[in-house]
């Protein structure tokens, strides 16, 4: 039962999560193509988005960093790691390039997915393929892809 | 600089925005996980058992939130994909490159990274915001795409 109700939060959250994009204004491509082209028109909207999230996820995070489970049990699964690596920065800055060519990444592409749109389901394969070359040819040697 | 007033929405996006916290806050105390997208979507790739069914589940909300958003609230979300095909294949290749090299996308560094103020997460959006300024004005200032 408590399994049942820990996959329909996932989802709940999930779906939450999504609204906040379409919501936003953030599942829109050109919408973020308007925030990262700083020299032609200038759409500031993505630094409000930022702000209102992190605005909220600190008191979220502040409330975790006081508890040693989650409320559906188990261990908290929080990166501990603090070094800049240099897998780090080079795969930072590729995931840069690709969202600055198309403005989507892989939250919104998921809600465009879900919208039906065919470009959408394009880009989501072409990233999991992305992701797997990743793991298969850079991050083999490790068990487990680098949590952020 | 050049603002585009008519573009921008400031109260819809802080709102969508403390959304998107709201989100991440309540996934990490109640499943005491990271809110990263690419991070869920990519163990997804393995098949371990007990591993994939809450992976799924999220990522079904998500693929369902345009529906459900039109259903409860009558809202259609604005999805306007201008890029050709070969870019959005490229763009998803590196997305999905980068995301899994670098440890997370804007999800997972950008908004729960900075939350909790990693300085990892701190150095990757700091990095993947100028390579996307870096390449919006390749594409748009110096190519005139």
Known sequence: ???????????????????????????????????????????????????????????????????SEAFFGGALHIPTRRDISKPLIIGSFIFGIGWGIAGICPGPALVALGAGYLKAFVFVVAMLVGMRICEKFFTAHKQKPEQP | MHIDWLSFTPIPSLLGGMILGIAAALYVLLHGRILGISGIVSGLLHSKAGDIAWRLSLVLGLLSAPVLAALFFGIRPIVDIESDWYAILLAGLLVGFGAQYGSGCTSGHGICGLSRLSPRSLVATATFMSAGFLTVFAIRHILGA
């Open chain 1, 1 to 67: 039962m408590r399994k049942h109700i820990g996959l329909l939060s996932q989802f709940a959250i999930g779906a939450l999560f999504g609204w906040g994009l379409i919501i936003s204004g953030m599942s829109n491509p050109q919408k973020v193509l308007g925030f990262l082209d700083l020299a032609g028109l200038w759409d500031p909207s993505l630094i409000f988005v930022m702000a209102g999230a992190i605005l909220v996820g600190l008191a979220g995070f502040y409330v975790v960093s006081k508890r």
